[in-house]
């Protein structure tokens, strides 16, 4: 799951299609569609050249648990199924919202 993920947002943060980041890193969309959808588990040296054929890279390193978000997931099990996708839904508004106004001072 974790590696599909991994696919699946770098190739959303480049903005490129399953078909754009096959051609990327030389592999059918049909791969890159069967990796994220979980039908096809990757090597992480496919995941490596996917990653990197949208421009990023992996990278990997320990740290002390933050104390401030370790208690989120107990709240987070506490609420319904619809306050959980309603905090979802702003959040994606929220991003959202941030990408156009960085987008749009990109270009002015």
Not at 34 to 49: F, H, K
Request: charged share 30%.
């Amino acid at each position: 799951m974790v590696l599909r993920n991994l696919v699946r947002e770098a190739r959303k943060r480049a903005g490129l299609t399953q078909a754009d980041l096959g051609r990327r890193a030389g592999v059918p969309q049909s791969t890159v569609a069967r990796i994220e959808s979980g039908t096809r588990t990757p090597s992480t040296e496919l995941v490596e050249r996917l990653v990197r054929a949208a421009g990023l890279e992996i990278r990997v390193s320990l740290g002390e648990p933050d104390p401030g978000t370790s208690s989120l997931f107990p709240h987070t099990l506490r609420r319904t199924p619809a306050e959980r996708l309603a905090d979802a839904a702003r959040t994606a508004r929220f991003v959202l919202r941030g990408r156009r106004e960085l987008h749009g001072r990109s270009r002015g």
